[in-house]
């Protein structure tokens, strides 16, 4: 039984920092696509980072420069370090697993295992 537990959400201020967990079991993160995406009530769903290994990452253009994604193979975790945050960040975040196929996507069909979520707020 695949599992992804995210962790790390809150409410932070405009230009504050917030560090997103996802632990995984069930399956091992360095053998997938992973990637977080994030959604606002009554959005579409919007993938904001990816990684499939240490020259394989991939962000939106809303997100570059501010968050960067990792993982900790020992632990079996997938991160998000956000920084500079904006009001516009505020959304729920998932993290989601695809597989080889799928490297680069960031589009929601192609995942295939998703966690619960977890809310960040951002205020200003």
């Known amino acids: 039984q695949v599992q992804l537990v995210e962790s790390g959400g809150g409410s932070v201020q405009a230009g504050g920092s917030l560090r997103l967990s996802c632990a995984a079991s069930?399956?091992?993160?360095?053998?997938?696509?992973m990637a977080w995406f994030r959604q606002v009530p009554g959005k579409e769903r919007e993938g904001v980072a990816g990684?499939?290994?240490?020259?394989?990452?991939k962000y939106s253009d809303s997100v570059k420069g501010r968050f960067t994604i990792s993982r900790d193979n020992a632990k079996n975790t997938l991160y998000l370090q956000m920084s500079s945050l904006k009001p516009e960040d505020t959304a729920m975040y998932y993290c989601?697993?695809?597989?080889?196929?799928?490297?680069?996507?960031?589009?929601?069909?192609?995942?295939?295992?998703w966690g619960q979520g977890t809310q960040v707020t951002v205020s200003s």
């Open positions: 990684i499939g290994g240490i020259e394989s990452i």
């Open positions: 069930g399956i091992i993160v360095s053998s997938y696509w």
């Open positions: 989601a697993a695809a597989g080889r196929e799928r490297w680069w996507s960031l589009r929601r069909g192609d995942f295939v295992y």
